[in-house]
């Protein structure tokens, strides 16, 4: 069993950063990556970037490369994604995920991870 639990939200102005943190415990081996996905209300759950702990390689959605970063800490068996430049459109419950995935699976869709947390609000004013 693998828990996951995200902290780091809150409310920001536009153009304003938070950083997201999400700590991972339980049977590591049931995972490789983790991810972070994002659901406004209404809208479908959107992947953002995952980080693949066995490569070291991280995929990004386009419309947010170079405003997030995702970063881990082994030691702490933690991940964290960097939001800087923030929208008002960038509010949304961001989730973290974890999973194992071989290296043609898609990072970014939803049905391929088989832990959830429990999500983190994040809301941007302009």
């Known amino acids: 069993q693998v828990q996951l639990v995200e902290s780091g939200g809150g409310s920001v102005l536009a153009g304003g950063s938070l950083r997201l943190s999400c700590a991972a415990s339980g049977s590591t081996q049931s995972w490789n990556v983790i991810a972070w996905f994002r659901q406004a209300p209404g809208k479908q759950r959107e992947g953002l970037a995952a980080i693949d702990t066995s490569s070291f390689s991280s995929y990004y959605l386009d419309s947010v490369k170079g405003r997030f970063t995702i970063s881990r800490d082994d030691a702490k068996n933690t991940v964290y994604l960097q939001m800087n430049s923030l929208k008002p459109e960038d509010t949304a419950m961001y989730y973290c995920?974890?999973?194992?995935?071989?290296?043609?699976?898609?990072?970014?869709?939803?049905?391929?991870?088989?832990?959830w947390g429990q999500g983190t609000q994040v809301t941007v004013s302009s």
């Open positions: 995920a974890a999973g194992r995935l071989g290296f043609l699976t898609s990072k970014l869709a939803a049905g391929n991870y088989n832990y």
